[in-house]
């Protein structure tokens, strides 16, 4: 591997990154190389984390589990195993 190529662009294999947001949480999977992904799937759950307190660094109970929640959701989806 070069210095040019990250880990993606040269085993061109499948990756599944999630992206953890204060209201929503993301999973996109994609094959291919960073500058020519293909998406396979993507999907969005509002999660709301924020609400309820996150201005004072409290993330609610409530808000914790719809979060640990969507994570077992995306693991147990079995498309992390794409």
């Known amino acids: 591997m070069t210095d040019k190529q990250t880990p993606s662009s040269a085993s061109h294999g499948t990756v599944a990154v999630m992206d953890l947001g204060t209201n929503t949480f993301h999973l996109l999977i994609a094959r291919g190389d960073a500058a020519n992904p293909e998406e396979l799937y993507h999907t969005t759950v509002p999660v709301r984390l924020g609400e309820g307190g996150i201005n004072n660094g409290i993330i609610q109970?409530?808000?914790?589990?719809?979060?640990?929640?969507?994570?077992?959701?995306?693991?147990?989806?079995?498309?992390?195993?794409?």
């Open 61 to 82: 109970p409530a808000a914790y589990k719809r979060g640990i929640d969507t994570m077992v959701q995306f693991s147990a989806s079995g498309l992390l195993l794409v």
